[in-house]
T-cell receptor, first 115, second 114 residues
Framework: KNQVEQSPQSLIILEGKNCTLQ??????????LRWYKQDTGRGPVSLTI?????NTKSNGRYTATLDADTKQSSLHITASQLSDSASYIC??????????????FGAGTQVVVTP | DAGVIQSPRHEVTEMGQEVTLRCKPI?????LFWYRQTMMRGLELLIY????????DSGMPEDRFSAKMPNASFSTLKIQPSEPRDSAVYFC????????????FGNGTRLTVT
C-alpha cells in the first residue's frame, strides 16, 4: 500500500479561482514533506519543504500546510493561472541514516486551469 | 546555473539493444539520483550516489540495469539488453547535502523500447 495518498486524482478549475490539494501519509518516522510541481514533459520542481516543526510555508501563490499529528498536508493555490496547470506531487521523507532512499512519492494530483 | 542536464531527451530503440542515458548534475551537488516514472507506478528511485559512490541501488529492477558515476559531473544509466517494459521516462536529479535539501530534477529521457 502506498504510504502517501493524494486527493483528488485530478481537478479542473477556472482561472482566477483558488483550489486545495490534499496529501495523507503514513510514513514513519517522519522527517519532512515536500510538494513538487511537474509540468508536462518536464521534471518535477520543488515548491516547498516542511519539517515536523513547520505547519505552514508559502512560495508565491502556493501555500502548504502540515499537520504532523494527523499526518496530513495540503497545498493551496491562490488566484490560479493557466501556468498552474500541472501535476502536483506530495513526497514524504522518513527519518533514517539513508533518508534519501526513503522518499515516498504520491501519485500526484493533475490540475487543469481553464480560461 | 544550467540545472541538471540529461541526454538524450528521447530514445527509441529495439528490444535487445543497449541503451545509455546520461546526466550532468548541478555543479557542487554531492548527491545524484536516478528515477523512473511511469503512469502505473509513478516516480520510483532506482539508485543514488553520494560523492560519486553508489549508496543504495535496491531500486534497480534487474541486472540488466547498471549505473556509474565516474566523476562529480557525470553519470550514466545503462540498460542492456533493453525490453519493452523498460519504456518510461527516466529522470536524473541532484542535491546539495542531505536531509531537507530540495531535489533538482532534469527534464528526463523518454525511452521507448519496441
Amino acid at each position: 500500500k502506498n504510504q502517501v495518498e493524494q486527493s483528488p486524482q485530478s481537478l479542473i478549475i477556472l482561472e482566477g479561482k483558488n483550489c486545495t490539494l490534499q496529501c495523507n501519509y503514513t510514513v514513519s518516522p517522519f522527517s519532512n514533506l515536500r510538494w513538487y510541481k511537474q509540468d508536462t514533459g518536464r521534471g518535477p520542481v520543488s515548491l516547498t519543504i516542511m519539517t515536523f516543526s513547520e505547519n505552514t510555508k508559502s512560495n508565491g501563490r502556493y501555500t502548504a500546510t502540515l499537520d504532523a499529528d494527523t499526518k496530513q498536508s495540503s497545498l493551496h493555490i491562490t488566484a490560479s493561472q493557466l501556468s498552474d496547470s500541472a501535476s502536483y506531487i506530495c513526497v514524504v521523507s522518513a527519518e533514517s541514516p539513508h533518508s534519501w532512499g526513503k522518499l515516498q512519492f504520491g501519485a500526484g494530483t493533475q490540475v487543469v486551469v481553464t480560461p | 546555473d544550467a540545472g541538471v542536464i540529461q541526454s538524450p531527451r528521447h530514445e527509441v530503440t529495439e528490444m535487445g539493444q543497449e541503451v545509455t542515458l546520461r546526466c550532468k548534475p548541478i555543479s557542487g551537488h554531492d548527491y545524484l539520483f536516478w528515477y523512473r516514472q511511469t503512469m502505473m507506478r509513478g516516480l520510483e528511485l532506482l539508485i543514488y550516489f553520494n560523492n560519486n559512490v553508489p549508496i543504495d541501488d535496491s531500486g534497480m529492477p534487474e541486472d540488466r540495469f547498471s549505473a556509474k558515476m565516474p566523476n562529480a559531473s557525470f553519470s550514466t544509466l545503462k540498460i542492456q539488453p533493453s525490453e519493452p517494459r523498460d519504456s518510461a521516462v527516466y529522470f536524473c536529479a541532484s542535491s546539495f547535502r542531505a536531509g531537507h535539501s530540495p531535489l533538482h530534477f532534469g527534464n528526463g529521457t523518454r525511452l521507448t523500447v519496441t
